[in-house]
T-cell receptor, first 116, second 114 residues
């Protein structure tokens, strides 16, 4: 499998501020990373697909200007929640696709965001 | 359209019981992949198994086993002799070949009581 880290693991911020979440691949180069959001007791919702060196592809209904994704290297993708509001409070999870293992995604430990 | 249905929202069993988690999928693709992930209370999704559409062999890994039946579009997961540590939310997911994108089911919350 692949080892994926996320930082921070949890963050509390005031409404109106921006929060950056990092997703790192620790043991191989990931050309594709995914960002998900998960509300309590719900399934994972794909927000966007992040490809190294190109613009992210956002799912329908996800505001690209609010959720900025940067995949500047093969081991790092960042998600910035801009002007966060309480409704953005959620569990954000990244994953990366392992080209070595038939479509398999490996997930980071997640970041819990609470916007006050 | 692709879809994954996990009809069981929550299951409670007593330790050492066997339990089966159901997963039914819909896809028009002939080549696709199915997955099971475990999400313990910590939140991190743990990969359990991947199965491609051309491999209908059932698989056993310790106390875990999977039954893939294309005829009924099902990919069920059985835990034998359940343990408290098996308590988690289990997600079934579908991916069409080449896309890497997953369609997740809604998850089944399994509670194993001591």
């Amino acid at each position: 499998g692949a080892v994926v880290s996320q930082h921070p693991s949890w963050v509390i911020c005031k409404s109106g501020t921006s929060v950056k979440i990092e997703c790192r691949s620790l043991d191989f180069q990931a050309t594709t990373m995914f960002w998900y959001r998960q509300f309590p007791k719900q399934s994972l919702m794909l927000m966007a697909t992040s490809n190294e060196g190109s613009k992210a592809t956002y799912e329908q209904g996800v505001e690209k200007d609010k959720f900025l994704i940067n995949h500047a290297s093969l081991t790092l993708s960042t998600l910035t929640v801009t002007s966060a509001h309480p409704e953005d409070s959620s569990f954000y999870i990244c994953s990366l696709a392992s080209g070595r293992e038939e479509e398999t995604q490996y997930f980071g430990p997640g970041t819990r965001l609470l916007v006050l | 359209a692709q879809k994954v249905t996990q009809a069981q929202t929550e299951i409670s069993v007593v330790e050492k019981e066997d339990v089966t988690l159901d997963c039914v999928y819909e896809t028009r693709d002939t080549t696709y992949y199915l997955f099971w992930y475990k999400q313990p209370p910590s939140g991190e999704l743990v990969f359990l198994i991947r199965r491609n559409s051309f491999d209908e062999q059932n698989e056993i890994s310790g106390r875990y086993s999977w039954n893939f039946q294309k005829s009924t579009s099902s990919f069920n997961f059985t835990i034998t002799a359940s343990q408290v540590v098996d308590s988690a939310v289990y997600f079934c997911a579908l991916s069409e070949a080449g896309s890497y994108k997953y369609i997740f089911g809604t998850g089944t919350r399994l509670k194993v009581l001591a």
